[in-house]
């Protein structure tokens, strides 16, 4: 499981990058902010560990963030802000559980454990998915548009199903292509463009319809 740790003490973020590492999970540590906005769009993560206190903002406003963009992945809070305000502040705004500094490390990876199954149990679970009037059945391979039946390749079911599991987030397009493609291909070619423009067809009604796939220049394209 790839894991992203935010935490600016070097030495906490080196403990819990090297523990959850013994654990057979691919960590990644980033100390600011800016940085953990910069990995979490060029790679998705299955879980994050988030501190509060970072040097060029607050934690809960990148918590805020992530949650209104569509990100679902559990996050877990590890702060020395202990108050019992602070903890449901926290869990209100979208944490999946908080861990006040100084923590255990065996607790900590038992928690991001028990997130993790929780997470992958309540994803097996959503067996259909809905957005804009579109609803997948994926269980059935079948897909209606407010409630005509649309017919997909393959191919073009999977990268609806990946919009659709992240409406409003941004995917870019090393991400599309690892998810869908599952290997890395020529960049400069445009096979996702091919792709981007088919699902378009198939839900848009024209130049005046809002876009349902955005195209975020630079970068990639979010389900509006």
Avoid at 53 to 77: K, N, S, T
Avoid at 139 to 157: I, K, Q
């Amino acid at each position: 499981m790839k894991i992203l740790i935010v935490e600016d003490e070097r030495k906490v973020g080196r403990f819990v990058e090297r523990a959850l590492a013994e654990q057979n999970h691919t960590p990644r540590l980033v100390a600011t902010c800016a940085a953990a906005r910069d990995a979490l769009a060029e790679s998705p993560y299955d879980a994050i560990v988030l501190d509060l206190g970072l040097p060029d903002g607050d934690g809960l406003d990148l918590l805020r963030e992530w949650r209104a963009a569509g990100f679902g992945e559990p996050v877990l809070i590890l702060s020395a802000r202990d108050a019992v305000s602070d903890r449901i502040h926290g869990l209100n705004l979208g944490a999946d559980d908080y861990l006040p500094k100084p923590f255990s490390i065996e607790e900590l990876v038992a928690r991001v454990r028990s997130l993790l199954r929780r997470h992958s149990g309540a994803s097996a679970r959503a067996t259909v998915l809905e957005h804009g009037g579109i609803r997948l059945d994926l269980l059935a391979r079948a897909a209606t548009f407010h409630g005509r039946p649309v017919e997909f390749t393959s191919r073009e079911f999977a990268l609806l199903e990946l919009f659709l599991q992240n409406p409003g987030r941004v995917l870019t397009r090393t991400l599309i292509a690892e998810k869908i493609w599952e290997a890395s291909y020529d960049m400069e070619t445009n096979l996702i463009d091919v792709y981007i423009r088919r699902l378009r067809r198939k839900f848009e009604a024209g130049d005046s319809a809002p876009p349902l796939i955005k195209t975020i220049r630079g970068t990639g394209y979010q389900m509006v």
